[in-house]
């Protein structure tokens, strides 16, 4: 079964002679347990995909369907409630609160929704993720790999049908690097949660079921890895 269905997506900026087309008629399925990794060069429209498929910007036309919802049917505070319920983002800068706590940081979804905390999952996060002894720390007490574990946490706390992944070891060394992917891989393979990464590495996109490259705004190949 199609997790994410996108169907001729299209984005552009400007119009007249200052209108750039960022991507076009981008078409493909995902289904559902897979990990699929997104590759192409700077500028290449990669992020654009990212941004449209997780709901974070509107397409100039095009959909996208996430388990048969068409998101763009939304309007802004319900995409922003099924964006946060369904879809988990996880990006390059890690984007936490400096206010917040590790723990805090990876509870956001349910804070926001104003629900009370699922204290088991948190609890089962925190081990997976290697970090249950620096839960009450601020991001500014930890690593940028350990930011970036917690930023992990917090895609996955309300179990969501995809998680979106943009140059997530962009920031970070070759050893937490790899741990970040593994944990990804540990939700695509343990929990068969759809994974789609954008990545530079190759040894990344390698470890994916299939790779879509991008260029100019356009998808060239879609092929299966593994």
């Known amino acids: 079964m199609a997790i994410l269905e996108v169907s001729n997506l299209t984005k552009t900026y400007g119009q007249g002679d200052t209108k750039v087309v960022a991507l076009k008629n981008a078409n493909f399925k995902v289904e559902k347990g897979e990990f699929i990794a997104i590759v192409g060069a700077s500028g290449s429209g990669k992020s654009t995909l990212m941004h449209l498929i997780g709901g974070v910007d509107r397409p100039t036309s095009g959909s996208v369907r996430i388990d048969g919802k068409e998101i763009f049917d939304l309007n802004e505070s319900e995409l922003a409630i099924f964006r946060r319920r369904n879809i988990g983002i996880v990006y390059q800068f890690y984007n936490l609160i400096p206010t917040l706590t590790a723990e805090e ?110 260029q100019d705004g356009a998808i060239i190949r879609d092929e299966a890895v593994r």
């Open 105 to 214: 940081n990876i509870m956001l979804p349910y804070l926001l929704d104003g629900r009370n905390p699922d204290t088991d999952s948190l609890k089962v996060i925190l081990e997976l993720i290697g970090m249950a002894d620096r839960a009450k720390h601020l991001p500014s007490e930890l690593s940028g790999g350990q930011q970036q574990r917690v930023s992990v946490g917090r895609g996955i706390i309300n179990n969501p049908e995809l998680i979106l992944a943009d140059e997530p070891t962009g920031n970070l060394d070759s050893k937490s690097s790899r741990e970040i992917i593994e944990l990804l891989n540990v939700f695509n393979k343990r929990y068969n949660q759809t994974v789609i990464v954008i990545t530079h590495d190759e040894q990344i996109a390698l470890q994916a079921d299939r790779v879509i490259t991008i």
